[in-house]
């Protein structure tokens, strides 16, 4: 009886003890949790994508320039060069928003989203309640930035043209361009490959965002969009014309 006894204490201590080890782990397990990768496939290869088309841009900038070095270095004349330099200066021209430029891209529009019959009203009110949610400078930053990394290659909103040092931001209850205030509706126009941009822009979810705004975003592709230069003032700080010699 004893050694029966003695039997079945050693068989409890033997499940006392894995129960323990299984309750050491799972506490240990719960102090260190794995990480795992919260992004989908998908959102992987959309980045992945998007970083070999930037690499792919930039090996085609390298290939320019130094297209444009074997130029300057194998120009057999003074003629020749100076050739090459007009070519380079009027590409910078046309880069920095300085002359009128012409292609194929699309016209986007910001418009007021229509009401569905059936919207709800207040009961005070004769006009449905919309969202107080109002488009800003943020959201036309953001959509600059998203077509502009897509291979956009000249902007206007309501025909003013974007160049590097534009400045878009709230002036009290407006939006300025520079010093331009424009109002809605607002019109884009984008030079560039009309299939890239607009998968871009559904890619960046840009509909749902202004839907948040009750407005809408139309878009028409353009075999000839025209876009003008860029009008503003420039203010020159830092260059100065460089004396010949001779002068003092």
Known sequence: MLQKSRKITFILAIISAIIGVMLTVQFRSSLHPVHKESRSIAELRTTLQKELEKHKNLLADISKYNQLYYQYETSLSEDE??????EELARNRRMAGMVEVE????????VDAEIPDDHILDENMTAPVL??????DEDLRWLVNILF??????????NHRLISTTAIRN?????????RTIQAPYELKVLGDPDVLLSALKLEGV????????KKVLAEKRDKLVISAN???RTIQYMKPLKEKGDS
């Open 207 to 214: 509909e749902e965002n202004f839907q948040l705004a009750n």
């Open 103 to 110: 292609g194929e891209g699309v016209v986007l529009e910001v």
């Open 149 to 158: 990394a897509n291979g956009a290659q000249a902007i206007s909103i309501n």
């Open 131 to 136: 969202s107080d949610y109002t488009i800003d």
């Open 171 to 179: 002036v009290g209850d407006n939006i300025q361009i520079d010093t």
């Open 81 to 86: 060069s100076i050739s090459v330099m007009k």
């Open 231 to 233: 009008t503003e003032t």
